[in-house]
């Protein structure tokens, strides 16, 4: 009997946030940014040449690497370009981690870590987060093989500062260090700036979030030219060609326009702010966000009740069903108009179930 079956890979894949088909739907559960990206952005995409789509993009994205080291103030040499910091992540993951001592990374965080470590066969360790859900910084003292952790965290929302970086570089001279800087936009520490003293230290980021640009994919990484040309390296022995000639236009009149990116970014925040009060005023404990979502529960209502009731009011946010966060929900933070029908809803939910 044929045993071809037995081959096959058998991995639990990572699960995003619903897609759903309707268009009329209040979306806060994907963390997508609720503005249009950079009009500059848009021109660029529409004055694109559609003919030059028949040659090959250039296969280290030279024109875009170029802007976004003048903007983040380092060489060329130091930015490393994917199709989204998922890509970037995946490529970080078989450039640095390959030793047999474990990897480390929080109980809770982002859930596509352990896919890649089941999948490229990385042994791995978790710490868990204290009951306030903060890093504890001494966890990641003892030996590992590397460390990965977002900055600002997510589900949870909540960032870490200077002090703390620096204390985790430290803790980790020996081990290759990725901070995922997906969120760090809205409000976040970012450790770019360190990467020039702490050449093991590896910052992703993506234009996803704050640029408003998912349905592109670019992620970018910026480290040291001995961690950069490594990734370069296992890119072009997988896919020299990560970033297509769209996107490379539109993610340089992105990144130029930084008025638009600052003014989009402050005004997430500032409806953020202004939804975490809100809920808190109606009992929920919300947590400090650095990032363009909340991470919210409350004592005495069900967070998956609520989950399930705002899906039929078509306003769609995250619940995620795991040990030690399974009350709890995470919010898109939309625009106003968005924020305002959540929260009446949220509300109703509130009157309905106190009667």
Same mark, same amino acid.
């Given at each position: 009997?044929?045993?071809w079956k037995?081959?096959?890979?058998?991995?639990?894949?990572?699960?995003?946030?619903?897609?759903s088909?309707?268009?009329d739907i209040?979306?806060?559960?994907?963390?997508?940014?609720p503005?249009?990206?950079?009009?500059?952005?848009?021109?660029?995409?529409?004055?694109?040449?559609?003919?030059?789509?028949?040659?090959y993009?250039?296969?280290?994205?030279?024109?875009?690497?170029?802007?976004l080291?003048?903007?983040?103030?380092?060489?060329?040499e130091?930015?490393?370009?994917?199709?989204?910091?998922?890509?970037?992540?995946?490529?970080?993951?078989?450039?640095?981690?390959?030793?047999?001592?474990?990897?480390?990374?929080?109980?809770?965080?982002?859930?596509?870590?352990?896919?890649?470590?089941?999948?490229?066969k990385?042994?791995y360790?978790?710490?868990?987060?204290?009951?306030?859900?903060?890093?504890?910084?001494?966890d990641?003292?003892?030996?590992?093989?590397?460390?990965?952790?977002?900055?600002p965290?997510?589900?949870?929302?909540i960032?870490?500062?200077?002090?703390?970086?620096?204390?985790?570089?430290?803790?980790?001279?020996?081990?290759?260090v990725?901070?995922?800087?997906?969120?760090?936009?809205?409000?976040?520490?970012?450790?770019?700036?360190?990467? =020039? &003293?702490?050449?093991? @230290?590896?910052? !992703?980021?993506?234009? $996803?979030?704050?640029?408003? +640009?998912?349905?592109?994919?670019?992620?970018?990484?910026?480290?040291?030219?001995?961690?950069?040309?490594?990734?370069?390296?296992?890119k072009?022995?997988?896919?020299s060609?990560?970033?297509d000639?769209?996107?490379?236009?539109?993610?340089?009149?992105?990144v130029?326009?930084?008025?638009?990116?600052?003014?989009?970014?402050?005004?997430?925040?500032t409806?953020?702010?202004r939804?975490? =009060? &809100?809920?808190?005023? @109606?009992?929920? !404990?919300?947590?400090? $966000?650095?990032?363009?979502? +909340?991470?919210?529960?409350?004592?005495?209502?069900?967070?998956?009740?609520?989950?399930?009731y705002?899906?039929?009011k078509?306003?769609?946010?995250?619940?995620?069903?795991?040990?030690r966060?399974?009350?709890?929900?995470?919010?898109?933070?939309?625009?106003?108009?968005?924020?305002?029908i959540?929260?009446?809803?949220?509300?109703?939910?509130?009157k309905?179930?106190?009667?």
């Amino acid at each position: 009997m044929s045993n071809w079956k037995d081959n096959l890979r058998n991995i639990t894949p990572y699960v995003p946030g619903e897609q759903s088909k309707d268009t009329d739907i209040i979306k806060l559960n994907a963390n997508e940014n609720p503005y249009p990206p950079s009009p500059a952005a848009v021109m660029a995409i529409e004055e694109f040449n559609a003919a030059s789509l028949r040659l090959y993009p250039p296969a280290d994205a030279t024109p875009l690497k170029a802007a976004l080291a003048e903007y983040y103030g380092v060489q060329l040499e130091n930015v490393f370009l994917g199709n989204g910091s998922d890509d970037v992540l995946a490529l970080a993951f078989q450039a640095f981690f390959n030793s047999d001592k474990p990897i480390v990374y929080p109980d809770i965080t982002y859930s596509f870590y352990p896919v890649w470590c089941d999948l490229l066969k990385i042994p791995y360790k978790t710490y868990p987060l204290t009951e306030d859900f903060r890093v504890n910084l001494e966890d990641y003292r003892a030996e590992n093989g590397g460390v990965v952790l977002p900055n600002p965290n997510a589900p949870t929302s909540i960032g870490e500062g200077e002090d703390f970086i620096r204390k985790l570089m430290e803790y980790n001279q020996d081990s290759v260090v990725i901070i995922d800087e997906a969120y760090v936009d809205f409000g976040g520490f970012s450790s770019v700036a360190l990467t =020039k &003293e702490y050449e093991n @230290l590896l910052v !992703t980021g993506t234009f $996803s979030k704050s640029r408003s +640009l998912a349905g592109l994919r670019i992620g970018f990484a910026i480290g040291s030219k001995a961690l950069i040309s490594v990734l370069e390296a296992v890119k072009n022995s997988y896919n020299s060609y990560t970033v297509d000639a769209l996107s490379i236009a539109a993610g340089i009149a992105s990144v130029k326009d930084d008025a638009y990116f600052k003014a989009t970014t402050a005004r997430v925040m500032t409806t953020r702010n202004r939804m975490a =009060k &809100e809920l808190r005023s @109606l009992g929920f !404990t919300v947590a400090d $966000s650095c990032t363009n979502f +909340l991470f919210a529960t409350h004592s005495d209502y069900s967070m998956k009740t609520l989950f399930q009731y705002l899906k039929t009011k078509k306003v769609f946010i995250r619940y995620f069903n795991l040990p030690r966060i399974d009350n709890h929900i995470r919010i898109t933070v939309g625009t106003d108009r968005e924020a305002d029908i959540f929260l009446a809803e949220v509300r109703q939910f509130l009157k309905e179930k106190k009667q």
